[in-house]
Structures are given as C-alpha cells and as structure tokens.
C-alpha cells in the first residue's frame, strides 16, 4: 500500500491550536492544565495526555525587520525507521502498511526506552496506565476512510492528510512558492531526514528556527546495541546454563573414573 | 546422584564467611533472582507464562522495582555493617596475581573434572577473583541505569539514553556470572564445599586448606597463630 | 460584512486593521490564505502587538492604539496627493462631485456648528448644496474647491507622513510600505478588502475609525466589488442577526429608528420623519406597518404603533447608560440573558457594583456566569485594597436573582447570521442536558406565561401584552417554522395569515401584509409544507456554479441564505463600469447584459435599470442621495478627524480638542493621566476563548490552552518595571487594579510618540472566578466611556500602570 502522510505547511498555521484540542477530542485525552509560563505554548513538549502541541517560537535576527514568531505542530514523525520501534523491548511498535508507526498498548511495559531512543524524542509516559504513548496518526480513522483529527479541523488546510508522493510533489510546489515570495530559506523538512519521515513540513525558514533538529540522528549507541549487543550477547546466559550442565555430568562421570574426588580434588 | 558435597561436621572447619556477609550474600541471592525473572518477563519475548506468576507486567514491574530496592537496600547493609570486611575482601582482589591467571587458565579442565595441578590460591582463587570484580561491578551499573530509568525525568536525557542498553548488558553479564558462579559454588565437585562456607560459615579445614593454602597459612596457619600471640 | 467569508480569496489586497482575524476568525485565513497561494494576494495587518494575523501577514505595521483615523487619515492623504483614487468610480458611486453648503467649516479640531453646552453639533451646516429643483449640485470634475473630493484633499493634507507616525507611533518605512501596498488597489482591476473587528469599533471614535475605512474604500473604489468591501468581522457567531433584530437601543427591526415619545407622537409623525424622500427607504413605512402587523396582527397599525415602547428623547440606553441607570438605583429588574458583564462589560466593577442595587435579577446562560454570582465572596477576591466601587459583601446584598439554565447550540434548531449576512440553519444534534432549554424556547415560555397572566385585563396599559399575536404554537415549544414564517412575511387575508411573500418589495403599507423584519423577508418565500425545501437557510448546496459562462466568484448562491434577497456582496451595481461592464473579467460580479442586470449574484440594482439611463448609476439605494458616502453626517463630523483617546499619554498633534467632543464623559474624575499612569494599555482576545470565557474556561480542553490571564509587555518596559517574564504582576488604573501573568516579548515594541517613548501592553480579558481557567477580569481596568454615535464601549485604548506582583 502507498505511504500516506501528514503534511503540514507552516507558512498557512495561524497557531489556532484546534489540531491539539481535536487530537485531544478523538483520542479523549484528559487535560494537563500547566499555569502560563511567559509564552503561548501549552506545555514545553508532548506529554502522556497530550500527543501534539503547537510550538511558538520567537526570534529577532535582524533588529531593523519585523520579529518573527514562528509556530510549529509537533507530535511524531512517524519515521520510516523508527529508532521506536528498534529499541522496544517488547517489540510492541510497528509500523503499519501505510506507514504510520504504532504501539501496542497492550504490551508495553512503560519503560521509556522508545522515548529516549526516538530523535525528537516524542513518545512519553503516561504514569496513570503505566505505558508510553504518542500520536497514531488516527489510524483507525484513516482505515475508515476519514482523514486524521487534526487535519479534519484545520481551518486554513496548513494540515493536510494523503499519499505522501503527492503531497511532496505539493510540498516542492509550496516551497518554490515561497522561495520567491519572502522566505528564500523555505524548506522542506522530512523528506531525507532519517531516511524519510511520514510527516512533511513545509518550512518556512532552516529548521533550527522552528526548534526542531537540522539533522536528526539516531543515538548512535542504538544501532549498536541493536545489532550487536542484543541478538548476540544474551547467548551467554544460555552458554552459561548449558556448561554449568556439562559439567555436572562430565565432572561426576570423570569423578566415577577417576575415583572419589571429594575432599581433595586438584590432585 | 550426590549434588552439593556433603555437610561434614566430624571433620574440623574453619569459618570462612562472617554472618554479615552471608545475609547480604543471600538476600542478593533472592533480590537478584527476583530482578532477573521480573526482568526477563518485562523483556524477552515468549516469557508471558512468567508474568502470570507475578499478576501480570505490572505486577512483575512491581515486583522489579521493589526488588531492586532491596538488592540497594543490602548493599548499604553490607557498607554499614562489614565494611572491614569488604576492604579485606577488596585488599584481597588486589592480590591478583601469577597464581591466579595460571589458576584461570587450566581451569576449565577443572571445570570439566579433570585433574589439574592448580598453583596455591589466596581466599579467593582466580576464578573467584573475577567473580568478585565482574560481578558487583555489573550490579553497581544495574542499580544506578536502574534508577536513572525510574526517574528518567531529573536525569540528563543523554544518560537516560545510556542507561537502557547499560542495563542490558549488565545484566547479561551479571547472568552470565552468577550461572557460573551458583554451579560452581554448589553443585561442582570441586569447589562445591564452599556453599557451606556462604550457607553455614565454615569450610572443612582440609578443604581450606588444599583449595586456598596461602588463605588457609594467613588465617588460621602457624604464622597466623604466632601472631594472635 | 458588505462582502462575505469566502469572498476574502478574490481579493488582491487585505488590510486587516483592528482585527486579530487569524485568532478570532481563524476561517477567514482559510480564504485569505487561498488569495495568497491563487492570486499573490498581500496581507497587510495593523496592530498594536504583532500577533499571530501579524506572523501570517506580508506587511506588518504597528500603531498606537486610537489612531486608526490619523493612520487612515495619512493612506488618504496618500492616495489624494499621488492621484491613486479610482477616479470613474468615484466621480459616479460617491458623493466626491458635490458641493457642500457654504455654512461647512473646520477650524482647529472643530467643525462649524459646535455646541460646548450640549457637545453636539448642527449637522444643518454640512448640507449639500441643492439646486433650484431641489437636486444635488455638482461638479463632475471635482475641481470645484467646495466639492468634496476637493474638502477631503484640505482636510487629510494635514495628515502629512511625519505628523501621522508622530501620532501613530508607526515606523514611517512601515507606513509607506503599507501605504504603497494598499493604494495599489486603486487601479480599476485591482481590488482590496479591509476586515476590522473590535479593534476598530472599540474606541471613543469607533464610528468614525469604521467611516475611515469606509472612504478609503471609496477613494480605491473597492467597495460593492469582489474581493473588496468593508467587512466587520463580527465578535461574536450571531452579533450581525442580533443587530439585524434590533438588539440595540436606538433601532427597532431592520435598522429602522426606534420611536421617541416627544418627537414621535404617533404613527403618521413616525413615518413622516424616519421616511427620507429619496432612495429604496422611501419603502419605511411599508415595512413598519408590516412589522407591526406582525406583531398585533388584530390591530391597525395606527393603533398598535402605541403599543410599541418609546425611548425618552434624547436618552441613551446603550450598555454602559444601563449600568449607570443600575449604579443610580433608577433601574429595579434585569435579565441578564446570554452576557456576563461582571467580565465582559467595560469598568467591571462599577458594573458588579451597579448589580447589587438591583431588586431582582434573572440570568440565563449555559454555565453559572461570574455575573451570576456577582453576590458571591469569590466575586469579591481583589488583589489589592484598591476598592474604588465599594464592592458591597454578599451579606450587604440584597438582589434576589434567579438562574435559567440554557441550552448549547448543538442542542437546539434554528438559525444564526453570521457576518456575511448569511443565515444559516443548524439542526439539533443531541438533546439538551437536565433541564437546560433552547433560549427560543425560554422566551416562548415566558410570553406564555405572560399572557396567561394578563388574560382577562381590560385595561389599556395592558393592550401590548393581551392584543399581542403569539402564534407560534400552542406547547412550550415553539414551532420554529411559525417563527421563520413570521420572520418571511405573509399576507393578511381576513385578519388570518395568507400566503408567504416572494420578499420585501411585496410588502406593503396598508396592513395588508405582516413581516417580522423586512430584510429578512425571502428566507421562507412559500409553504409548501416541507421546511426542509421551504426555510432557504435550510439549503446546503455547496457547488459554486456560475452565471452562464461566467468564472464563478464563490457566491454559493444556493447555500444557506442571505439577507437582503440572497445578495451576497451589497451595492454590487460598483462592480461594474458606469455603463455596465464589469471592472475585472477575472471577478465578474454583475454587469448588465443589455436588457437586465445579471451575473454571479443577485443585483443589489434595480433589475432592468439601464446603466445610461436616469438614475442608472446611483449604486448606494439605500441612500436618500444614492451614492457612497465619502461625506457624511456622523456626530462628530463629515469627515473623520483624529482625535486622541479619552485616556492619552500624549496632546492632540492635529488640534486643541483633545478627545472626541460629542461623547459623554461619565465619569470625569475616572480619567487617568500620563503622570500617574503613563502606559497605553489596550484588551483582547485570544483564539482558545471565547467572549467573557463562560463557554471556554468550562471546557478543561480549552482552560488548558490558555490557562491564566496574561499581560503582553516589551522587553523594555519589562527591563525597566524589573518584571520577569512568566511572574505575576499589578495593573492598574484609575477604576481598580488586576493581578496577571507577564508575558514579556519582542512582539510589542516601544513607541516614539511625538518624541517621546510610550510604552504599551495589553491585556486578555476572558476571566473571571469560576471555571478551570481562572483570573481577573481585564475590565475592571476598562473605563465607561463609549464612542460618539454607538456608545459601544472604549475598551482598546486607556491608561495604566504595571507593576511586580
């Protein structure tokens, strides 16, 4: 099946926030009521209640223009090779057929590791079900034939939901768009980043402006660990089991040859 | 079919472990294995019938946790009570020498039940020497990635990153040593006698003193009395 | 709106001024959004914080808070020295060829004909001049130097740049580059739209900043046009219906003067003074006599119009008059019905304290309001002593209120205007909670009970209440297609309803046929006795189909339905050339065809009035003089003149009068002062609540998105008060203090004001004491003074002080 991904053109967000209201509405996610902190954004980052936020984020490079206030959505990428679902111990994350990364509440055992492995580091523990969530891109929606919750109430279409070779053909347009129209760093985002993300940004300035990481990595100690340490390092406890049990029989039939070992042994 | 060597109180013994260290040892013992089962439950794949036994995955990451509290809780018991002895023993380690690497490298003959000439052995011999250093290392990084993972959110996200794989392989090791080390303090032949020492205290005196002459000379020998004196 | 949402993608150019539309009406950047991405429209935003309309805007330029006139002041300035007008337009749909009376003047801030006693004026002496047989004088080159083009050019000249950035605080390239942008829109193909809110209307001279606007739409010839318009964004889902409907003081159902005792003795004098001679009002009295058909079916209109409350001349009864009347116990009884004003109203608490001189009061809202518990200890929590009002304690009380619960619009039929105009239906969606009732239903509760009490009276005072014709159903739920039938009208036969009117021009002034509100009539045209078909708000064709081969320009004509006959963008006849053609193939609204006026919407036109005919191009109908209105007669003046908020930091740069001189000072001793209080303070909303917070701090969803009251200050005014961004501080003002959260940002920016540094904040005011997201209501620092024609209250612009909490 095509991929199919969530775009977000930042350059059409007014920061309304419905998107984080409507996930919090589909996914009947309870409230994190945080007192204002001096800024417009909810909380510092995603929560275990709340899978996306809208981040605001204000810079003043050049004192003679205008100030520019950036807004940015962000929940998970919903990598193609998500670092997630590498470390899980359980190996409850999965991605579906069409792209989108999931988890298997009923297996997971709310250790954190996908949290910390993840690059954007978007999975979070929600202590009152003892898991770690983030968003699905509604994918029970999307097999219904709807488009996710937050892009079905987005009132200025700066979210929109399809097959993902499309919506980067869209993306490129968007960016040549506003290339020449005042944004002359206008990128996209998710496109190369970790291999590909299956969610697109239309940026409309480098990345590191919108607070999110120029080129993201996976820690390297993941691969690592993935593909060395854990497929073969845990036969040693096997090994440990299976010589101990060799012994045992080898020591008391050599021990029956040899005659009683007992009190001396190391003759 | 005989499995640990037979208690032998008709022959002298001499104490080998005070009764500091044996609770510390044996509630390590039972802590550990509770940590491991938990562990591998929470872990692996195909260990769901194990999670029954502790009322599911929390149930089991309960039991994990307060496990591992206790496992803490002994060392600090151990540091408070004997902590002479844990500089003895350490003092001991430090006495790594020629002996024990000739000690370590025939013995996986012994291991298999073939005699070996083995070179005198201080208290601990070579094999035991790694133990001892391999061992509470691995458990000192279980403890602390442990914690660190409980409470990711006051520790740096780079150490939280660190500590999940540490853990792993920690504990991979410490498994690996404590198989090791409960066969052969136990159920081998040859040093089997030594469970005695961790369960009751004492070794038998021959034992002693044909597994760990140098110990055996420094403890409980002529020289050793001369200096009690 | 003169145009509608959807509208917004077929213009070249947005000014947004007064608005925070990307907040407050997030869809219409649906629509501006597709303008940008379609058509490279630019999006213009003035305002005094950079805000998120800002961050989405091409040009952003800030100004001080009421100065619009001296910014609009200077764009026309502008575009009058640089000949940037529209000029056919405006010498054929503006009232710029006229000569204006000798008797106008304007002297040192002053028009001719001020009265000081009185703070009005004799609006006689700005006539137009007439001739011999009684029409407008012209001139048609519009050099005369007594025509209004040429009055207008005097007037703004001295809007020069330097002195509007002087008064405006606004960087002069930022000026100029708006200026430039906008003006652009005067070529004949271009087209530009200006959407104001609040931010506008809000202000002592409110009217008068929306009449700039209004001129400057003229002068670039952007009004009746595609794209184009003066487009009040409304506050509120249903502000544009509940104005329609008269909710105001000074109007009675389709904004037709409301009756005053002494200068409307009876219904022959009513009619003769609120008819004008010329222009589609001359059809006044066909739509009072069916209006009050409508409402005593069995009586003449003659008889009835006595029935109907008549104001005491001259007095006001606006928002801030009524809670004045309360504060003076001259008022007993109050329904608070859908209003919180303990949060919402200006000088909150003046106003809490006005409530407790009540009697009895009756609230009706969805959640328990702050106003509802007004007599409440948690109304009484201040963060200082400051107690200007004297809050009485709930024991000192003795108002004894009643609380309906009403019910959420889901839960409920009927329709609402929105600010396009459209009347749209929305169905039930689930079942109202506990007792709560629709408040249709509360009112037809209330008239039900009512008559059954006066049932049997003789007396005459009681003849508005037993004579009146409440058909509307014979349970406590009314049949709101009885309602909506009422609203369309219908002929009298034999004193029982008729058939339905095809619209307003059927009705008429003999009695013979009722209407609820004239220019809703055409929203329910037959009964055939299927609503769904029937009520055309009910319609949700949502394909946009052309006129013949026209490009279509999103009128949507078979969506929902729009007041006045469907016509979806007014005085469209603009959209066209005088001779009939349209200005721009690309946004072909009307044009005529050579027998009949046809297009992508319903004329707003006499349908087959040839365009080189008489009267051909008079576009404004309903103007006795029949064209826009660059000229006017506004009480303070006919052409907007800057004038300097009632509280300023600084002097009128542009004259002696240093505030609005036709407003009524209330309280005079409450005017703060730039020694005491030297901080320009403004109020405003936010996208994540809603009014006074009563439908959003319920919903834990929401109080989490903007969990506190917060204050917007610069890093300047923060560095120089030692306040730390995310801590508590004190504002005050003259009318009492609030404690707030800072919100220090690089957004908002010193201003140079003739020289000076003027620092300023703003304020979200949806809070008060109940709910999930608490704080204190940013009213109680709002002063109780409102704007010269409308009295709608000053919230935006006022003096304060700021402190560490």
Not at chain 1, 40 to 46: I, L, P, R, S
Request: glycine share 8%; aromatic share 12%.
């Amino acid at each position: 099946m095509a991929r199919k991904t969530n775009l977000y053109d930042v350059s059409k967000c007014i920061a309304c926030r419905a998107c984080q209201v409507a996930c919090k509405d589909w996914n009947q996610l309870p409230a994190v009521i945080e007192p204002f902190k001096g800024n417009y954004q909810t909380h510092k980052d995603t929560n275990g209640d709340t899978y996306t936020i809208v981040k605001f984020i204000e810079h003043e490079d050049d004192p003679a223009a205008d100030v520019q206030w950036n807004f940015l959505k962000y929940q998970c990428m919903h990598c193609f090779e998500p670092a997630c679902m590498d470390v899980c111990p359980r190996k409850c994350i999965y991605i579906n057929d069409w792209g989108a990364v999931l988890k298997d509440y009923d297996n997971c055992i709310g250790c954190q590791y996908c949290s910390y492995a993840c690059p954007f580091h978007i999975p979070k523990y929600r202590k009152r079900q003892d898991i770690v969530t983030k968003c699905t891109l509604c994918y029970e929606r999307v097999e219904e034939g709807l488009t996710p919750a937050c892009v079905r109430t987005c009132p200025t279409d700066a979210l929109q939901f399809g097959d993902r070779d499309e919506l980067m053909q869209y993306a490129e347009e968007r960016v040549k768009f506003l290339r020449v129209n005042g944004f002359p760093n206008a990128t996209i985002y998710g496109k190369f980043e970790l291999g590909g993300l299956n969610m697109l940004y239309v940026l409309t300035d480098s990345p590191d402006k919108f607070d999110l990481p120029v080129d993201p990595k996976v820690p390297g100690q993941i691969p690592f660990w993935q593909n060395w340490v854990q497929p073969y390092l845990g036969w040693l406890i096997p090994l440990a089991l299976l010589g101990s049990a060799t012994s045992f029989v080898t020591t008391r039939i050599l021990a029956n040859k040899h005659g009683e070992h007992g009190e001396g042994g190391h003759e | 079919m005989q499995w640990v060597p037979e208690y032998r109180d008709d022959i002298n013994r001499v104490e080998r472990f005070n009764a500091v260290a044996r609770i510390t040892h044996w509630g390590h013992t039972v802590t550990f294995i509770l940590c491991l089962f938990t562990g591998l439950v929470l872990f692996c794949d195909g260990m769901d019938w194990l999670a029954t036994i502790f009322g599911g995955y929390a149930g089991a990451g309960l039991v994990h946790r307060i496990a591992a509290v206790l496992l803490t809780l002994f060392i600090a018991f151990f540091v408070l009570f004997d902590f002479k002895g844990i500089i003895s023993w350490v003092k001991d380690l430090l006495r790594f020498g020629m002996n024990d690497i000739i000690f370590v490298m025939k013995f996986p003959l012994d291991f298999l039940g073939l005699p070996v000439k083995m070179p005198p052995q201080t208290r601990f011999n070579g094999g035991e020497k790694g133990n001892s250093m391999l061992t509470p290392t691995c458990v000192i990084f279980l403890v602390l990635s442990g914690y660190i993972m409980w409470f990711p959110a006051i520790f740096p996200a780079g150490l939280v990153r660190v500590a999940y794989p540490t853990h792993d392989i920690a504990m991979v090791f410490a498994t690996f040593m404590v198989c090791m080390h409960g066969y052969l303090g136990s159920f081998h032949p040859g040093s089997g006698e030594s469970f005695w020492g961790m369960w009751k205290g004492t070794v038998r005196e021959d034992w002693a003193k044909h597994h760990h002459p140098i110990w055996y000379e420094e403890a409980y020998g002529e020289k050793a009395d001369a200096e009690k004196e | 709106m003169t145009n509608h949402f959807i509208d917004m993608k077929n213009t070249d150019c947005a000014l947004i001024i007064g608005s925070n539309t990307a907040e407050n009406h997030p869809m219409s950047f649906k629509w501006l959004t597709e303008a940008r991405e379609k058509r490279g429209a630019k999006i213009i935003n003035v305002d005094p914080r950079f805000t998120r309309t800002s961050a989405r805007s091409d040009i952003y330029a800030p100004l001080r808070s009421g100065t619009d006139i001296a910014f609009i002041g200077g764009m026309m300035n502008y575009i009058l020295e640089n000949k940037l007008y529209h000029e056919e337009y405006l010498r054929w749909f503006t009232n710029a060829t006229f000569i204006v009376a000798d008797s106008y003047d304007f002297n040192d801030g002053l028009f001719s004909g001020y009265d000081l006693a009185k703070r009005k004026y004799d609006k006689s002496q700005w006539a137009f001049k007439k001739t011999e047989d009684d029409q407008y004088e012209k001139d048609m080159t519009m050099e005369d130097p007594r025509c209004v083009l040429q009055l207008m050019k005097k007037h703004y000249a001295r809007y020069d740049i330097d002195t509007v950035c002087k008064i405006t605080g606004t960087p002069k390239n930022k000026f100029l580059e708006v200026a430039k942008a906008y003006a652009a829109t005067g070529a004949p193909d271009k087209v530009g739209t200006i959407l104001y809110a609040m931010g506008t209307t809000q202000h002592t001279v409110g009217t008068e900043n929306v009449r700039s606007y209004a001129m400057l739409q003229l002068l670039l010839g952007n009004i009746g046009r595609a794209g184009g318009g003066v487009n009040a964004l409304r506050g509120e889902s249903n502000v544009q219906g509940s104005t329609d409907w008269a909710l105001l003081f000074h109007i009675i159902p389709g904004y037709i003067n409301s009756p005053e005792a002494q200068k409307h003795p009876d219904y022959a004098t009513f009619l003769a003074k609120e008819t004008p001679k010329t222009g589609f009002k001359v059809n006044t009295p066909k739509w009072v006599a069916s209006l009050l058909k409508s409402y005593w079916m069995d009586d003449d209109p003659e008889k009835s119009y006595h029935y109907l409350p008549k104001r005491i001349d001259g007095k006001q009864y606006a928002h801030i008059a009524l809670f004045e009347a309360m504060y003076n116990k001259e008022i007993e009884g109050l329904f608070i019905w859908g209003s919180n004003p303990i949060v919402g109203g200006p000088n909150a608490n003046k106003e809490q304290a006005a409530l407790a001189n009540l009697k009895w009061m009756v609230a009706i809202d969805l959640w328990q309001t702050e106003t509802s518990e007004f007599w409440s200890y948690k109304a009484m929590d201040r963060p200082t002593d400051n107690d200007v009002y004297k809050i009485k304690r709930p024991e000192e009380i003795d108002t004894e209120v009643f609380f309906l619960p009403a019910c959420s619009s889901y839960e409920k039929d009927g329709s609402i205007s929105n600010s396009g105009r459209w009347m749209q239906y929305r169905w039930k969606a689930v079942d109202p909670v506990g007792e709560s009732k629709a408040d249709l239903e509360i009112a037809h509760m209330l008239m039900r009970r009512l008559k059954k009490l006066y049932e049997g009276s003789t007396k005459p005072q009681d003849e508005p209440i037993t004579r009146l014709t409440w058909d509307y159903g014979d349970s406590d739920h009314p049949d709101i297609n009885k309602v909506a039938r009422d609203i369309n009208g219908f002929e009298i036969v034999n004193g029982k309803p008729g058939k339905q009117l095809l619209n307003f021009t059927k009705l008429k002034d003999d009695g013979t046929t009722s209407c609820a509100i004239w220019i809703y009539s055409g929203c329910y045209p037959e009964d055939t006795g299927n609503p769904e078909k029937d009520y055309l708000a009910r319609r949700r064709d949502n394909r946009d189909v052309g006129y013949s081969d026209v490009k279509p320009i999103g009128s949507y004509l078979n969506w929902a339905w729009c007041w006045p006959i469907n016509r979806r963008i007014i005085y469209n006849r603009c959209s066209s050339t005088p001779e009939g053609q349209p200005w721009d193939m690309d946004r072909v609204s009307i044009f005529w065809d050579g027998d009949a006026w046809v297009g992508n919407d319903i004329p707003d036109f006499g349908k087959n009035k040839d365009p080189n005919g008489p009267g051909g191009r008079n576009a404004f109908i309903m103007r006795p003089e029949e064209v826009g209105c660059l000229y006017s007669t506004c009480n303070e003046g006919p052409l907007p003149e800057h004038y300097e908020p009632w509280e300023s930091p600084v002097k009128n740069l542009l004259g002696s009068q240093e505030f609005n001189p036709v407003v009524i000072e209330w309280e005079p001793d409450k005017r703060g002062t730039s020694d005491k209080y030297p901080i320009v303070g403004t109020t405003y909303r936010v996208t994540e609540h809603w009014q006074s917070g009563v439908m959003t701090r319920m919903q834990p969803w929401l109080a989490e998105l903007v969990p506190n009251v917060f204050v917007e200050l610069s890093e300047q005014l923060a560095r120089a008060k030692g306040i730390k961004n995310g801590r508590e501080v004190i504002i005050s003002t003259t009318r009492g203090d609030i404690k707030a959260v800072a919100c220090v940002t690089k957004r908002i920016k010193p201003m140079n004001i003739q020289g000076q540094e003027v620092h300023h904040i703003g304020v979200i005011w949806h809070f008060g004491f109940n709910g999930y997201a608490t704080g204190d209501p940013a009213n109680r620092l709002t002063p109780h003074i409102g704007d010269g024609n409308t009295l709608i209250p000053e919230y935006k612009a006022w003096l304060c002080d700021i402190r560490r909490a």
